[in-house]
Nanobody, 114 residues
């Protein structure tokens, strides 16, 4: 059974950094684009970054220049380096395939506050 396991979240002050990781237990990993999504309190889950199997990337305007997505196809992992974090970055972060799988992992909580 496919699993998505996110980790690396935490509590950080504005301006700080975190690195999120997602492990996907599946053989299809290197065939698909992978994305990181954020669900802020009371809001919908939105895509913040994605990376294609070949490495091309996309970032939401709100995170451009601060977040960097990468992947390791040999290890079936996708990471999100988050720098210069802002309070608006607070939320639960999830990874998923694009197109989406029919389920989500447990996510990892990121809280940016003084």
């Amino acid at each position: 059974q496919v699993q998505l396991v996110e980790s690396g979240g935490g509590l950080v002050q504005p301006g700080g950094s975190l690195r999120l990781s997602c492990a996907a237990s599946t053989r299809w990993f290197n065939q698909y684009t992978m994305g990181w999504y954020r669900q802020a309190p009371g809001k919908e889950r939105d895509l913040v970054a994605r990376i294609a199997s070949g490495g091309s990337t996309y970032y939401a305007d709100s995170v451009k220049g601060r977040f960097f997505i990468s992947r390791d196809n040999a290890k079936n992992t996708v990471s999100l380096q988050m720098n210069n974090l802002k309070p608006d970055d607070t939320g639960v972060y999830y990874c998923n395939r694009i197109p989406l799988l029919g389920f989500w992992g447990q996510g990892t909580q990121v809280t940016v506050t003084f």
